[in-house]
């Protein structure tokens, strides 16, 4: 039998609703639709779907708060809808738990790329590379989705692990923006490069001694970032 992935849909706009909805289940996807934040927890809960779409603005429950109670409960791939082209409202939304935003408005190819990506991303067994990584006091456990820093757990969001094990597993190695977002996220296209940069800056927050000066996750002018062991 096919495993078709479950895709839920929350926004209070019918008619992007059902737009979404044709487009999805075009690509053989099923779809769950939800018009509220008390909706979408219940459709997550009860549905378990493989990914959500999660529009910011909600009536009742803000899709930010709908997406840091999921964030508690699942690991589920999210990606975070919002009219607002504010960078703040971006990185609020990822510093949530969203992996990925997408402003409105905004073209279906591009969804459906990111949406394939985030898939693709969470799919067991996605590369042959070795699960567990270490480097120094870091190891990062990707199969089990776990990192220490000096034996003690660390909390990263679903990017921030995926980037810093990309960047032990190919240390001192640079890689561009536009690279880092086709191989971590995974985009058919790469067009939004300050998403990696602020990931960067998260990441560098909680590994690094002096994140203004690091020693670990360098840049490398002209080109990117590389990671050094």
């Not at 034996?151 to 969001?157: F, I, M, N, Q």
């Amino acid at each position: 039998m096919t495993n078709v992935k479950t895709i839920l849909v929350v926004d209070d706009e019918p008619t992007l609703v059902a737009t979404l909805k044709y487009n999805l289940e075009r690509e053989s996807f099923r779809v769950l639709e939800a018009a509220d934040g008390e909706a979408a927890l219940e459709a997550a809960r009860t549905g378990r779907p493989d990914l959500i779409v999660l529009d910011l603005m909600l009536p009742g429950l803000s899709g930010l708060e709908v997406c840091r109670i999921l964030r508690k409960e699942t690991r589920v791939p999210i990606i975070m809808l919002t009219a607002k082209d504010a960078e703040v409202d971006k990185i609020v939304g990822l510093e949530t738990g969203a992996d990925d935003y997408v402003t409105k408005p905004f073209g279906m190819p591009e969804l459906m790329a990111r949406v394939r990506a985030l898939l693709r991303r969470a799919e067991p067994g996605a590369d042959d590379a070795p699960d567990v990584v270490e480097s120094g006091d870091l190891r990062v456990d990707l199969a089990r989705r776990e990192v220490q820093r000096g034996g003690s757990p660390l909390r990263l969001k679903p990017k921030e692990l995926d980037l810093l094990g990309f960047f032990m597993r190919r240390r001192g190695r640079a890689f561009s923006r536009e690279e880092l977002l086709q191989q971590v996220w995974g985009y058919e296209f790469a067009d939004d490069t300050r998403t990696v940069d602020v990931h960067v800056r998260w990441l560098r927050q909680k590994i690094e001694l002096d994140p203004a000066q690091p020693s670990r996750l360098i840049t490398v002018r002209g080109v990117g970032y590389r990671f050094e062991g």
